[in-house]
């Protein structure tokens, strides 16, 4: 049953990828700006529009453009960039395991902060914690990330004379360096994240303690923390796993800013870079990366929370 319901979500998944592929072809061309005109402008080329929108392909039809893309997209070839004319794949190749390093962190945070502390606030209900939580939480979803970010870098150099480090350390020449490089960024991207993921552990919980079966397992005389942990968690953190399908997106697209703000070279910032510059196949190239990871994480999400609930096969 459980195959039969992945294959489902899957033919379910597969055209949701193709209209994404439309959308972000289609985006990319929204961009103001001519990326013909700025080329030329900037590198003061003497030669004719025409010539260098035929040169780059740029002079055919936009549904040609989008199936000869997607053709080669499906082999793996997501084309050259525009200004460095290097194979897109390769600059992915690169910056991807940056952006996974730094997404991963940012969802371990959020997982070890809203989890532990949604219970907390849920058992202790109307108490100081629960308040303090709850009021964090508030915080951490109005407080915007960037701000947070640029805060973290000015005001230790102000106050402190320290800043952290805005270099970016490769695995093989410091590992350790490499792997703290990404806590501070990381710890921030996941704040918000965190925060949703409280609030909703806590309205779960709260909503599964008040059921039956928990009530008997308190007349039983169970230990409150076999009563939460055993008997009422699992079915709590059903719809928190659903959710975090929604906070991988929020995280991907989150490294855009923090990336450009701790200088690390992954695919956010080349995005940023490449919208700068209208570095058409470079933004389509991300993008489709972007959202097959999400459709594909969001699948996962799926397969996982059929196996918690059994009845959703159904």
């Keep these: 049953m459980l195959r039969k319901y992945a294959f489902k979500r899957l ?4 055209p949701s990828l193709l209209l994404a592929t439309v959308i972000v072809f289609s ?19 003497a030669k004719d529009l025409a010539e260098m929108r035929a040169k780059l392909g740029l002079d055919r039809p936009i549904y040609r453009q989008y199936l000869e893309w997607i053709g ?19 600059e992915l190749t690169y910056r ?68 952290p480090s805005i270099q970016y350390t490769a695995f093989g020449a410091d590992p350790w360096r490499h792997f703290t490089q990404f806590l501070l960024p990381g710890f921030l991207l996941g704040v918000a ?11 779960q919980l709260l909503e599964v303690l008040r059921q039956d079966y928990v009530r008997t397992a308190w007349a039983k005389g169970l230990r409150e923390r076999w009563v939460v942990l055993k008997h009422s968690l ?6 928190v796993v659903t959710i975090l399908g ?12 923090f990336e450009s703000i701790f200088g690390l070279p992954g695919m956010g910032r080349y995005l940023f870079d490449s919208i700068t510059e209208r570095d058409y196949p470079a933004i389509q190239g991300i993008n489709l990366v972007v959202v097959t990871t999400v459709v594909a994480i969001n699948l996962l999400v799926d397969l996982v929370y059929a196996w918690l609930d059994p009845r959703i096969r159904y």
């Design 96 to 163: 991807l395991p940056v952006s996974l390093e730094l997404g991963a962190v940012a969802l371990v945070v959020a997982v070890l902060l809203g989890v532990p502390i949604g219970i907390v606030s849920a058992v202790r209900r109307d108490t100081v914690r629960d308040y303090v939580a709850r009021s964090a939480a508030i915080m951490g979803l109005a407080v915007p990330g960037f701000w947070l970010g640029t805060l973290v870098v000015v005001l230790p150099a102000i106050y402190l004379g320290w800043s």
């Design 234 to 239: 699992k079915n709590a953190l059903i719809p």
């Design 193 to 203: 994240s965190a925060a949703a993921i409280m609030r909703l552990t806590r309205t």
């Design 246 to 257: 929604i906070q991988v997106a929020q995280i991907l697209s989150g490294t855009v800013i």
């Design 72 to 90: 080669r997209a499906a082999t793996g070839d997501l084309g050259r960039s525009l200004y460095s004319n290097r194979p897109i794949t390769s």
């Design 27 to 45: 985006l990319s061309r929204l961009i103001p700006g001519d990326v013909v005109t700025l080329m030329m402008e900037e590198n003061q080329y």
């Design 11 to 14: 033919l379910i998944a597969l």
